[in-house]
């Protein structure tokens, strides 16, 4: 197990070798496993950035993520031409059923509803409007559509987690409720575990996933 200092240095490393990220508006601090991200930056896409660098890193088990996004006056935006952005973006993005899709935006905070079929589209919608200018922070309230045909979702999931070279399905316990997935067992890192989760959201007849994968550090 790496000591606190050491895990510390390792992700503010991460922070300064990502290009997408301004390390120096980020404060890091490490606990058992715990990094604590704090700070300021102007955009939310390098506040997501900052969040998926520190869970690269090998020895850390969760993200508390304290970072705000704040605007300098040539940053802002009013709601309506973010909403608009939004809007023209996922008519440009082939992955997004727009047609299904709400936006609503207050003061910079986006809340995305609507039914979708499948996980790949809730994921493109928010993809989508992460990076437009003048968002603050993003709320995916997307469902999914249950799928009405008999499929052996459970079967098709542990096929999907053996198939990839990057995830040990061995040490994956796969349960389910309906269209629901209920995931147990443990990884090596965050990455495996996001593995894991792409592979069970990509099976059809998945309507909900509840991740309890334990983060083993090596």
Same mark, same amino acid.
Do not use: C
């Given at each position: ?8 240095? &390792? +992700? ?15 404060? @890091? ?17 390098? *506040?997501?950035?900052? $969040?998926?660098?520190?869970? =690269? @890193?090998?020895? @850390?088990?969760?993200?508390? $993520?304290? !970072? ?8 802002? =935006?009013? &709601?309506?031409?973010? #909403?608009e952005a939004i809007l023209n973006a996922f008519k440009w993005n082939t992955l997004v059923p727009e047609?299904?899709?709400? +936006? *609503?935006? %207050? %003061?910079?905070?986006?809340?995305? $509803?609507? #039914? ?22 993003? /709320? ?12 052996? !979702?459970?079967?098709?999931? =542990?096929?999907?987690?053996? =198939? ?5 399905? &061995? ?5 389910? %409720?309906?269209?629901?997935? !209920? ?5 090596? /890192? ?8 792409? #592979? ?8 909900? +996933?509840?991740?309890?994968?334990? !983060?083993?550090?090596?």
């Amino acid at each position: 197990m790496k000591t606190n200092e050491q895990l510390q240095r &390792d +992700v503010m490393d991460e922070l300064k070798w990502d290009p997408m990220v301004a390390a120096s508006e980020i404060g @890091v601090s490490a606990k058992d496993g715990v990094i604590t991200l704090s700070g300021y930056v102007d955009s939310f896409s390098k *506040k997501y950035a900052a $969040e998926k660098a520190a869970m =690269r @890193v090998n020895g @850390v088990v969760a993200v508390a $993520e304290d !970072i705000q996004v704040r605007f300098s006056k040539a940053g802002r =935006r009013d &709601d309506t031409a973010i #909403a608009e952005a939004i809007l023209n973006a996922f008519k440009w993005n082939t992955l997004v059923p727009e047609s299904k899709l709400k +936006v *609503k935006v %207050e %003061e910079g905070w986006v809340t995305l $509803e609507g #039914a979708v079929d499948w996980q790949f589209e809730k994921d493109a919608a928010y993809k989508a409007v992460r990076d437009i200018a003048g968002v603050r922070s993003i /709320t995916n309230a997307i469902t999914l559509k249950p799928r009405l045909e008999k499929i052996d !979702i459970e079967k098709t999931i =542990r096929q999907a987690l053996h =198939r990839r070279a990057t995830v040990n399905a &061995d040490n994956i316990r796969v349960r389910t %409720e309906g269209g629901k997935v !209920i995931l147990n067992g443990k990884a090596n /890192t965050w990455n495996e575990r996001r593995e894991v989760e792409k #592979a069970v959201w990509a099976s059809p007849g998945v309507t909900d +996933v509840e991740d309890n994968i334990a !983060i083993t550090a090596l």
